[in-house]
């Protein structure tokens, strides 16, 4: 839901968008059909899917089969947490900005409502870029990559009334920890819950479909 | 070299030793089989060797077997430098380190006889630990992981020096970017002659297999 809106967002600024997205050993592969999906259905100059050995290293409920995904919400930071998960992820969307001499990364990361990942905060984005202003040889000339936040202050019912007006089918979007091979949701996780609540609050339809609760 | 020889200081100071090595698409595996046999010869508790997709994004004379590795000196960045490499490598070992419990994360970068990559440099590595600072779940806890780079201000003459000090067997260790499958070098890429010199100023006998060169 974030990437897609995000996605629409640059598209409608003029930006010539490339979509990067990772195997990067989560449980299910829903969210990858989605991401080639609104790839696809919006046409964009070029989409990669990177593999990556994240899930090999365990230690989050996302990739190792031995944690079960929370279906109430708990407390601080939850086991959905992937360590280091969007370092990784910009780090190699930096390494590819480089290569296709791309200006600017867009990142669908918000801190309002969220599951309280270190590493969707601004003061982490902040630090990000600076570190990102000294890592790669157009840095070093001048140009660096910027990275991009665009929803980083939204609520979700902000994102989805942003991304309505700009025609994002969330249709095709999956949000949910546990979809199942046909992108239906769960419905109890907790970004099953962030984006049923976002919907009710935009005071729209939730176009999710659901293979648990069936009283959304 | 300076992977193996920050493996030795780790091991001097006391630390419980896990390796780390990429499999990202570099045109020849024999740096990772150097890998596996220092790993090995010296007993660490765990050597992973992490997929990833990296190569497959080209932009680099490592990946790219398009682009040739330069066999003289170059003016400023050369075409060897891997687009955010180090970044990606940091990052993955962040979350590993996470995982594991790993306090400290020894990167073997050194910005002196080096072939003038952004990042190593130690304006870099420190951006890196402020944005690392951030990132994660046990940094937020207030314990984040280190990045030690021991080596950063040092020579390669003094690198071998201590390294030899310690017992690093450099025989085992392959810097060549174009090292054939025995792991033999060609001695005239940057990294050879970086190596090759070093062994000269520390006046020690350089144990390197060339494939290329005869005069060494």
Chains 1, 2 share one sequence.
Not at 19 to 45: M, N, P
Not at 81 to 95: D, K
Not at 151 to 157: P, Q, S, V
Not at 185 to 190: F, K, S
Request: proline share 4%; charged share 25%; hydrophobic share 40%.
């Amino acid at each position: 839901m974030d990437s897609a809106t995000c996605l629409a967002i640059a598209r409608q600024a003029g930006v010539d968008c490339y979509g990067l997205s990772f195997d990067y050993g989560q449980k299910h592969g829903a969210e990858l059909d989605a991401a080639r999906a609104i790839a696809g259905s919006v046409g964009i100059s070029e989409h990669r899917i990177l593999h990556l050995g994240l899930g090999e290293l365990g230690g989050s409920a996302l990739t190792d089969r031995r944690i079960e995904v929370p279906e109430t919400p708990t407390e601080g930071i939850p086991t959905t947490y992937v360590p280091a998960r969007n370092t990784v992820f910009l780090a190699l969307a930096l390494g590819w900005a480089e290569i296709i001499e791309a200006d600017e990364i867009y990142l669908g990361v918000n801190a309002i409502d969220y599951s309280g990942y270190p590493d969707c905060r601004p003061d982490y984005i902040a630090a990000f870029q600076k570190m990102a202003d000294l890592a790669t040889s157009r840095a070093v000339q001048g140009n660096p990559v910027l990275i991009k936040t665009p929803l980083i202050d939204l609520t979700k019912a902000e994102i989805i009334q942003w991304g309505t007006e700009l025609g994002v089918d969330y249709a095709l979007t999956v949000s949910c920890y546990q979809a199942d091979e046909h992108g239906r949701a769960c419905g109890v996780c907790d970004a099953c819950r962030l984006r049923c609540k976002g919907f009710k609050e935009a005071g729209l339809v939730d176009p999710t479909r659901y293979w648990g609760r069936t009283d959304k």
